[in-house]
């Protein structure tokens, strides 16, 4: 998932805005819904999106990793998600040498 947000210790990345990617895994029993078929025997896509989205474009975060966490406990929250791996990344991250991105990633359960 990309999004544009303003997010980081430095004043140009709140300022300024930035990239930020989320990629999410979510951990739960697919059996019921790979036997019937229906979204309501599993995770929706639409609500991980949904609550990656209100974190990223919400209240200004100065670490990766308070969105990751914050990302974590709202996907945990969600019915039928027993662990979830999120990971976000800066791709564009201003840094005084060669740096593709900085990145972290954390996996929680219930």
Known sequence: MRFFAYHGLLPAEREQGQEIVVDV???????PA????E???TVDYRQ???VARGVIEG????????????IAHRLLALE?????TVSVRKPHVK????????????????
Do not use: C, K, W
Request: proline share 8%; no cysteine; hydrophobic share 35%.
């Open 25 to 31: 895994v979510l951990e739960t029993d697919l059996r």
């Open 34 to 37: 790979g036997q019937s078929d």
């Open 39 to 41: 979204l309501t025997d």
């Open 48 to 50: 991980a999106y949904d």
């Open 59 to 70: 209240p200004p975060h100065n670490l990766l990793e308070s969105m990751a966490e914050e």
């Open 80 to 84: 039928r998600v027993a662990a979830v």
């Open 95 to 110: 840094f005084p040498g060669p740096l593709d991105h900085s990145e972290i990633t954390i996996r929680r359960e219930r």
